[in-house]
C-alpha cells in the first residue's frame, strides 16, 4: 500500500492498536498486550499510577519507542508500514519537556511545523501563539519563560504541523489552577475543530472534567476503557451522613428498605446511594426517620471521585 493511502475499513478511528507489547531490553514488560479503540473527536484520558506504562503507550503510537509486537493505526495509516503518514497525523507534548533554549518561542514553533515538512504557514503560527497567550512572547527565548509558559510552547509546537490526534503527557504537571483550567478550554476548543486528543494525568480533576472516556493502565495492562460518565454512573456513589441528635441503638425496622448504616456508636446514621440511580426519595426517608422520633441535628453529603473508583480499581 502506497504511504499516503490510508486503509479506510479503519479510518473511522483515529487510533486502532491491537496486541501490542513491549518489553524493554533489561527485560522489562512495559506493555502486556493493550488493545484500544480511539474514535475521532474524541477526548480520551489515560489514567494510571507511576510506572503502569502509559508514557511507553503514548511513545510507542509516536514511533519513539518500537513495539516489541501488536499493530498501531494512526488516522487508517499503517504504524509501521506508512510511518511518515501516521507521525504527521500525530502532535505530540512529551512528559519531559525538550526545546532549544536559546531559540525564539516564534522559531521554535515555525521551525517544528518544517520538520513536518509543511509549507511555512506564518497566519496559522500566528492563531496557535495567540490561542495559546503567546503571541506577546513570540519573540522571546524560551528559557526566560516560565515553566507554565514553556508547557504551553511545547503545545504550540505540537500543534505547528495541524495535527489530527494530538497527544498531552501530563499536560499540566506543574502548571497553577487557573492556567490549568485555561489550558482544558483550549484542548476542549481543539476538540471542536476535530482533533482527537489522548491525555494522561495524575490529576483525577483533570480527567472527569475533560475526558469523553476513560481508560486506566495498571502493569502495562488496560483493567478498564468506559465512557466517563457511565464509568461516574456505574461507580458513582453518593453518601449522606446524619449526625442524630440522640444516639440510637438500632435501625428501626421501618427504615430497613433504605439500607442504611450505624456508625460510631449510634450517633450517625449512614445512606448511601448511587447518584444516577436514585431509587429512593430522601424526603420519603426523612419523614420516616421523623415517624420514628430520629432527629438529625446535621447532615454531611459527598460523593465519590474519580480518584476513588481508580484507587478501588488498581488496588493502589
Ligand atoms: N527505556 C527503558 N528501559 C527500561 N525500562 C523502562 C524504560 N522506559 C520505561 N521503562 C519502565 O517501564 C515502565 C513504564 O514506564 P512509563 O514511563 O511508560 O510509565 P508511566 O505510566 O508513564 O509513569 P509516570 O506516571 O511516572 O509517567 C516503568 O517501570 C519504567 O521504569
Ligand atoms: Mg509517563
Not at 513570540?138 to 515553566?147: C, N, V
Not at 456513589?237 to 440510637?248: E, H, N, P, S, Y
Request: with cysteine; proline share 4%; aromatic share 6%.
Amino acid at each position: 500500500m502506497p504511504d499516503f493511502m490510508p486503509d479506510p475499513a479503519v479510518n473511522a478511528n483515529a487510533i486502532t492498536i491491537s496486541a501490542l507489547y513491549k518489553t524493554y531490553d533489561n527485560g522489562f514488560k512495559a506493555l502486556a498486550g493493550i488493545d484500544l479503540e480511539i474514535k475521532r473527536g474524541e477526548i480520551f484520558a489515560l489514567l494510571g499510577p507511576n510506572g503502569a506504562g502509559k508514557t511507553t503507550l503514548i511513545n510507542a503510537v509516536c514511533g519513539i519507542v518500537q513495539p516489541s509486537s501488536g499493530h498501531i493505526r494512526v488516522c487508517g495509516y499503517d504504524n509501521a508500514v506508512q510511518y511518515r503518514a501516521a507521525r504527521s497525523a500525530i502532535g505530540l507534548v512529551p512528559q519531559e519537556l525538550t526545546t532549544d533554549a536559546f531559540e525564539s518561542v516564534w522559531n521554535t514553533v515555525s521551525f517544528s511545523r518544517g520538520l513536518f515538512g509543511k509549507p511555512k504557514n506564518p497566519a496559522t503560527i500566528e492563531k496557535i501563539l495567540k490561542d495559546l497567550s503567546l503571541w506577546d512572547k513570540k519573540d522571546e527565548q524560551i528559557r526566560k519563560l516560565s515553566g507554565g509558559m514553556k508547557r504551553r510552547v511545547m503545545i504550540a509546537k505540537a500543534l505547528s504541523h495541524e495535527p489530527q490526534v494530538l497527544f498531552l503527557d501530563e499536560p499540566t504537571a506543574g502548571v497553577d489552577v487557573e492556567l490549568r483550567k485555561s489550558m482544558w478550554a483550549q484542548v476542549r476548543a481543539l476538540r471542536e475543530t476535530g482533533v482527537t486528543v489522548i491525555l494522561t494525568t495524575h490529576y483525577i480533576e483533570e480527567a472527569e472534567e475533560m475526558a469523553d472516556r476513560i481508560g486506566v493502565i495498571n502493569k502495562g495492562q488496560l483493567v478498564l476503557t468506559e465512557e466517563k460518565n457511565a464509568l461516574m454512573q456505574k461507580m458513582g456513589k453518593r453518601q449522606m451522613v446524619f449526625t442524630l441528635r440522640d444516639a440510637i441503638q438500632a435501625i428501626p425496622p421501618a427504615l430497613s428498605a433504605y439500607g442504611l448504616a450505624l456508625a460510631e456508636n449510634g450517633a450517625k446514621l449512614i445512606y448511601t446511594y448511587n447518584t444516577h440511580q436514585a431509587s429512593h426519595d430522601v424526603s420519603d426517608m426523612m419523614d420516616v426517620l421523623k415517624a420514628n422520633n430520629i432527629r438529625p441535628k446535621e447532615i454531611d453529603s459527598r460523593s465519590s471521585s474519580l480518584e476513588e473508583i481508580f484507587i478501588e480499581l488498581v488496588g493502589a
